[in-house]
């Protein structure tokens, strides 16, 4: 059973272009979380999602950035635009029940996205 | 004030020590977890509490919901536990975590 995988590894941008990062997560996984690291930052939730719904999104920047988990295929989290603040480590994490129901989450290895 | 808070911040120790990083959140949460972060970045989650204790292997991490309080220990530490340890929080009725700045843990051969 292969764990979560996030591609690319590591991603780099000019400003004003467009980012995209992939996370699989583990099969029978169906919530996927994201989360940015910042340099020398600890770690912020951006978005939880079930497949096909956004369930929680109050760690999202307002603009430029959206997550979605299609019904097939991996999750995306887009970054139009970006600015050199963006650079960080983005992380996913699944789990095959709500974290509520005391279920734990698997990390993925990360994509490094570096702004130029 | 950073509504979760880690100590030590950086801890070194040598080979076979006891070790404790304690964690102290300031808002209502209904879960807290511990979480590995590798020096290549790779992040493990390590223990899921609500309430009491849990052991696995050498690693023991314990929760006072009333004091707001976890701890994280170690027991005979080894080299290959330096990492970056990270202590999350569920905000109660939300999804939402909120996430120490870790501590870093070195430990001497």
């Known amino acids: 059973n292969a764990g979560v995988m996030q591609n690319p590894r590591h991603l780099v941008r000019r400003r004003g272009q467009e980012a995209r990062l992939r996370c699989s997560p583990m099969k029978g996984h169906s919530h996927v979380y994201w989360y940015r690291q910042l340099p020398e930052e600890g770690l912020k939730f951006m978005v939880y999602?079930?497949?096909?719904?956004?369930?929680?999104e109050s760690g999202m920047p307002k603009e430029r950035f959206s997550a979605e988990f299609p019904k097939e295929g991996p999750s995306i989290l887009r970054i139009q635009q970006v600015v050199r603040g963006d650079s960080a480590a983005y992380f996913c994490?699944?789990?095959?029940?709500?974290?509520?129901?005391?279920?734990?989450?698997?990390f993925g290895p990360g994509t490094r996205l570096l702004v130029l | 004030k950073n509504e979760v808070e880690q100590s030590p911040q950086n801890l070194t120790a040598q080979e076979g020590e006891f070790i404790t990083i304690n964690c102290s959140y300031s808002v209502g949460i209904s879960a807290l977890h511990w979480l590995q972060q590798h020096p290549g970045g790779g992040i493990v989650s390590l223990f899921m509490l609500s309430s009491g204790k849990k052991k696995h292997g050498r690693l023991i991490a314990t929760i006072n919901i009333q004091e707001k309080h976890s701890s994280l220990h170690i027991t005979a530490s080894h080299p290959r536990d330096s990492a970056v340890y990270i202590c999350?929080?569920?905000?109660?009725?939300?999804?939402?975590?909120?996430f120490g700045t870790g501590t870093r843990l070195k430990v001497l051969a």
């Open positions: 999602l079930q497949k096909e719904n956004i369930i929680d």
């Open positions: 994490a699944s789990s095959p029940l709500p974290l509520a129901s005391q279920e734990t989450q698997y």
């Open positions: 999350a929080v569920r905000i109660s009725g939300t999804y939402k975590y909120i």
